[in-house]
């Protein structure tokens, strides 16, 4: 297999998690009633990137990532979720924020190492620095608010790549 040497190709991708209250409705249907919230952690294309893959639509990354391993908070039952295909999300319902371990596993045509990142999964209202906002709002206010988004951009670079796998990456 050949390096193609001195050449460098990225690949943008987009991480992070959408959360939402939990109506009293749901939280009674719950096995788990002290559970606040549903959230989705993912890693997304962010070449196509629109509202609409945040929320869930369109993923196109399965043509270099074979895996993407989310390490949950250890209060979760089998904390480590492996997802093997697109969409790359996990979703559950929690009442705390952590850190979320993602570890990224390439095609193995690829012969790349995987790469690890964290997100800090949040579930509360962003709310402006100095401001008299408390830091967690009540759960109705936090409701009127509407979802909570954080997500970080992020270039996954591919440093003298093989020539097969650089082919693969620029046909898609
Ligand atoms: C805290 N550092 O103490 C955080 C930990 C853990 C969150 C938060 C669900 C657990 C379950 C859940 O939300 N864990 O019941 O499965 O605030």
Not at 66 to 88: A, G, I, Q, W
């Amino acid at each position: 297999r050949v390096r193609v040497r001195g050449l460098s190709i990225y690949r943008p991708i987009i991480y992070g998690n959408t959360a939402v209250v939990l109506t009293q409705k749901e939280r009674e249907a719950l096995s788990t009633p002290d559970h606040t919230h549903r959230w989705t952690v993912a890693v997304r294309s962010a070449a196509s990137a629109s509202d609409s893959d945040i929320v869930g639509g369109a993923d196109d990354l399965s043509y270099f990532i074979k895996r993407v391993t989310f390490k949950l908070h250890d209060t979760y039952s089998n904390p480590t979720r492996n997802v093997d295909k697109p969409p790359f999300e996990v979703t559950e319902t929690g009442w705390g924020e952590f850190e979320i371990q993602i570890r990224i596993t390439f095609v193995p045509e690829s012969g790349e190492k995987a790469i690890t990142t964290y997100h800090h999964l949040k579930l509360h209202p962003w709310t402006a620095v100095g401001s008299n906002e408390p830091e967690i709002p009540p759960l109705d206010a936090a409701m009127k608010m509407g979802p909570v988004h954080s997500w970080q951009y992020d270039e996954i670079v591919f440093n003298d790549p093989f020539q097969s796998f650089l082919n693969v990456l620029l046909a898609n």
